[in-house]
Structures are given as structure tokens and as C-alpha cells.
T-cell receptor, first 114, second 111 residues
Framework: DTAVSQTPKYLVTQMGNDKSIKCEQN?????MYWYKQDSKKFLKIMFS???????INETVPNRFSPKSPDKAHLNLHINSLELGDSAVYFC?????????????FGDGTRLSIL | QKEVEQDPGPLSVPEGAIVSLNCTYS??????FMWYRQYSRKGPELLMY????GNKEDGRFTAQVDKSSKYISLFIRDSQPSDSATYLC???????????FGSGTQLTVLP
């Protein structure tokens, strides 16, 4: 009964390729997020959707494009992958769009660019 | 200067010790405070959630918030090897729609 699940768990690919990561949550939450965690464990917010509407769009290269087909799913497509994109990408969800709500995380997608 | 500062460690303690983990912050608008635990190759897991100043206890874990000093703490009593993980503080204001995370403290509890 995984609450927030991401696929794939590992992604190894060549520079210049295009790849997608998928996320699904079964918590009934309205808001979903994408984070990037670097090798020093720092979690950086990338995007957030509330009921399929983009509400947070941090300074991220436009090679990254999120898509939310419904409020239970949030995908991340990355074009023209670069070495610096190697990181762990976490999906999270929370109740509503209000502030202060705790977020629930998936187990991450480990992206390695060769 | 980062909005949230957290000593990255690493911190090693013997089993049974009391562990104190801390974060300082600069944004006085922060009202919601959280501690997450992250095991290796796993996602962050919510451990403690507090609103405004004060203490909250849950089993061996106690979270403290001192808004006047802009300082939050997580205490772990009777620490166990299974507590070995990275601990991340996170906080949010009443208007922001996102959490601001500390960089995490890596804790090892030695048997």
C-alpha cells in the first residue's frame, strides 16, 4: 500500500537523451511536488501542482517539464539530459494547497547521466 | 546566508545516548516546523510536526521550537542503531506554499 510511488527507481542514461519519471499518490492529496536532492542531501523544490494547476515553478531549466494529468499523478519529463542532472528526484504530496501542510515523499528516482 | 541552517555532521553516538539535532532559521514568518528522517536510498519520512513555539513529544522523540531565538531542536532519547539516518528539518510560513528544508544531519548510532 505505497502512498507515494515513483517509477523508475533507477535511471541510467546517456547525455542528450530524453527521459520521463512518473509519480502516483493514493493519499487523496490535492498537491504534488517534484524535488531534486543533490549529493549533499539538500532538497530543492522544482515544481508543485495543486489540482492539476502549476503553483510553484522554481528557477529550473526549461528542459524540465512537469505534467499532471490528474491530481493523483505528476510526471516529470527531461529533455537533452546533461551531466549536472544526475541526482535523486523525489515526488511528494500534501493535503490542499494551504501552507504548512506536511509533505509525504516517495522513495526517489536515482538518475545517473553517463 | 541560507534561510535554514543545519549542521551536516556526521554525528556518531553510542547506543542509548541522548541525541540533540538543531536548526536555526532567519525568516521570522515561519510558523510550521517539521522533522523528517531519511534512511539511505529512501525518501524523507515525516517524524514530527509542530506549529508555533513549544514542545511536542512522541515516544523517544521530542521536538522543541523557540521562535524568539529562531531555533528548533529534535531530541532522541535512548538512541538505537535503527535511528541511524539523515535528519532534515523543514519549515513553512503561513503564506508560503512550500517547505524550506535544512541540509540534513547524518546520524550514526553505534551498537
Amino acid at each position: 500500500d505505497t502512498a507515494v510511488s515513483q517509477t523508475p527507481k533507477y535511471l541510467v542514461t546517456q547525455m542528450g537523451n530524453d527521459k520521463s519519471i512518473k509519480c502516483e499518490q493514493n493519499l487523496g492529496h490535492d498537491t504534488m511536488y517534484w524535488y531534486k536532492q543533490d549529493s549533499k542531501k539538500f532538497l530543492k523544490i522544482m515544481f508543485s501542482y495543486n489540482n492539476k494547476e502549476l503553483i510553484i515553478n522554481e528557477t529550473v531549466p526549461n528542459r524540465f517539464s512537469p505534467k499532471s494529468p490528474d491530481k493523483a499523478h505528476l510526471n516529470l519529463h527531461i529533455n537533452s539530459l546533461e551531466l549536472g542532472d544526475s541526482a535523486v528526484y523525489f515526488c511528494a504530496s500534501s493535503r490542499g494547497g494551504a501552507s504548512g501542510q506536511p509533505q509525504h515523499f516517495g522513495d526517489g528516482t536515482r538518475l545517473s547521466i553517463l | 546566508q541560507k534561510e535554514v541552517e543545519q549542521d551536516p555532521g556526521p554525528l556518531s553516538v553510542p547506543e542509548g545516548a541522548i541525541v540533540s539535532l538543531n536548526c536555526t532559521y532567519s525568516n521570522s514568518a515561519f510558523q510550521y516546523f517539521m522533522w523528517y528522517r531519511q534512511y539511505s536510498r529512501k525518501g524523507p519520512e515525516l517524524l514530527m510536526y509542530t506549529y508555533s513555539s513549544g514542545n511536542k513529544e512522541d515516544g523517544r522523540f521530542t521536538a522543541q521550537v523557540d521562535k524568539s531565538s529562531k531555533y528548533i531542536s529534535l531530541f532522541i532519547r535512548d538512541s538505537q542503531p535503527s535511528d541511524s539516518a539523515t535528519y532534515l528539518c523543514a519549515m513553512s510560513s503561513g503564506s508560503a506554499r512550500q517547505l524550506t528544508f535544512g541540509s540534513g544531519t547524518q546520524l550514526t548510532v553505534l551498537p
